[in-house]
T-cell receptor, first 114, second 114 residues
Framework: DQQVKQNSPSLSVQEGRISILNCDYT??????FLWYKKYPAEGPTFLIS?????DKNEDGRFTVFLNKSAKHLSLHIVPSQPGDSAVYFCAASEGGTSYGKLTFGQGTILTVHP | KAGVTQTPRYLIKTRGQQVTLSCSPISGHRSVSWYQQTPGQGLQFLFEYFSETQRNKGNFPGRFSGRQFSNSRSEMNVSTLELGDSALYLCASSFGGTYTDTQYFGPGTRLTVL
């Protein structure tokens, strides 16, 4: 039972354009969401997060949008850079006593071409 | 500030053996979570420790266990290794006060079971 789904295994964009990575979830108890990126041979690196009381959060080139009614979140990267090429994971937390437990999607491989 | 460190980085074991992996969290962080990453199942939560107490546990058999020391360093142990235990094992640390505290990941330990 995959509670967090990233339906696109890969995405390819040109440098300077927008990258949009999508994530869907099924567990209505999730109330905190995060995006991580991962380079080969490294652990995931935190990018940005959003609480369920918000619908948008920005940090520099990265913006996360949350649509609670659709149980959908997306990560926008503008402008995309070749160094952004990595695997991107969305993750979710139920809150309350779910200390330390993140539920991850399967990841989307982003390739940004110069 | 030093990041999360994990030792060893690579490990080869045979079926039936046991293994112990170590994780040193970021200074000041009191929570350590462990995850298993495999190609088929993705990133899955194993357990979380805070102040030497296990606060949360994922759906893994009892062969997987962990502990945390007074300096917040953590170890996880897998007994009676099976081929399917071959995976990247990641630990993540956070302040641990709330479930929204950002988790920072180490580079992982690649375990191969032959």
């Amino acid at each position: 039972d995959q509670q967090v789904k990233q339906n696109s295994p890969s995405l390819s964009v040109q440098e300077g354009r927008i990258s949009i990575l999508n994530c869907d979830y099924t567990n209505s108890m999730f109330d905190y969401f995060l995006w991580y990126k991962k380079y080969p041979a490294e652990g995931p690196t935190f990018l940005i997060s959003i609480s369920s009381i918000k619908d948008k959060n920005e940090d520099g080139r990265f913006t996360v949008f949350l649509n609670k009614s659709a149980k959908h979140l997306s990560l926008h990267i503008v402008p995309s850079q070749p160094g952004d090429s990595a695997v991107y994971f969305c993750a979710a937390s139920e809150g309350g006593t779910s200390y330390g437990k993140l539920t991850f999607g399967q990841g989307t491989i982003l390739t940004v071409h110069p | 500030k030093a990041g999360v460190t994990q030792t060893p980085r690579y490990l080869i074991k045979t079926r039936g053996q046991q293994v112990t992996l170590s994780c040193s969290p970021i200074s000041g962080h009191r929570s350590v979570s462990w995850y298993q990453q495999t190609p088929g199942q993705g990133l899955q939560f194993l357990f979380e420790y805070f102040s030497e107490t296990q606060r949360n546990k994922g759906n893994f058999p009892g062969r997987f266990s962990g502990r945390q020391f007074s300096n917040s360093r953590s170890e996880m142990n897998v007994s009676t290794l099976e081929l399917g235990d071959s995976a990247l094992y990641l630990c993540a640390s956070s302040f641990g006060g709330t479930y929204t505290d950002t988790q920072y990941f180490g580079p992982g330990t690649r375990l191969t079971v032959l």
